[in-house]
């Protein structure tokens, strides 16, 4: 009886942990998907709110204020982003929107402007989520789409005359040109190892 007994009492504590367990990894698979579509911007989320704030602020009254003249952005509001352009080494990818080899190319200087940005990396917060995933909603983006950029502060518009894929081994994008162009790329959803949708942008003039 007290082998019985001990074995219910055992098997109760089982079935009590998987169920705990379960619950667990329920919420963290729902937190999961909030913290995504957070990024993508389908739910209210700090990167809505980041923007609507910035662009309300600069956008919408038509001059800059002191707090922006002093950097670099670009703005897409298909893709609800009004971020800071940094430069630097690789390290500056964690921060935002990176402008790799930046004596390439720029609004000002003839070449190949190349911004890239993370697609999908996960934080504890709505707001970390938003700060590593600039580029997320980049597949809203579509051919004659425009593209603003804030560059010492002068406006420059882009105009996306070309969007596709390539294997991560095709770093051909990264080649120098001899025109002035826009080209942004990210990994795809499938991760780094899958591939980059790239985005190539000409100015108007």
């Known amino acids: 009886m007290n082998i019985l007994h001990h074995f219910l009492s055992s098997w109760s504590k089982v079935r009590l942990y998987f169920v705990f367990i379960s619950i667990v990894g329920l919420l963290l698979g729902v937190y999961a998907i909030v913290l995504i579509n957070s990024a993508t911007g389908r739910v209210s989320s700090p990167q809505n709110a980041t923007y609507v704030a910035k662009v309300s602020e600069v956008v919408e009254i038509g001059c800059m204020k002191e707090e922006y003249t002093e950097k670099n952005w670009i703005i897409i509001p298909k893709m609800k982003i009004f971020e800071e352009i940094f ?19 720029n609004p000002e200087k003839v070449g190949n402007f190349l911004l890239t940005a993370h697609r999908q990396e996960f934080g504890l917060t709505f707001d970390s ?7 997320y909603n980049i597949d809203l983006l579509e051919v004659n789409d425009k593209i603003k950029i804030i560059w010492n502060q002068v406006e ?23 025109d002035s162009r826009l080209t942004m790329y990210t990994c795809t959803l499938g991760g780094s190892d899958d591939g980059r949708i790239v985005v190539e942008a000409f100015p108007k003039w």
């Open 129 to 135: 989520v938003r700060r590593r995933s600039p580029f």
């Open 87 to 105: 430069e630097g080494g690789e390290e500056a990818l964690s921060k935002g929107v990176y402008h790799k080899f930046a004596e390439m190319g």
């Open 156 to 178: 420059y518009i882009y105009v996306i005359q070309r969007i596709y894929t390539v294997e991560p081994e095709q770093t051909e994008i990264e080649d120098q040109t001899d």
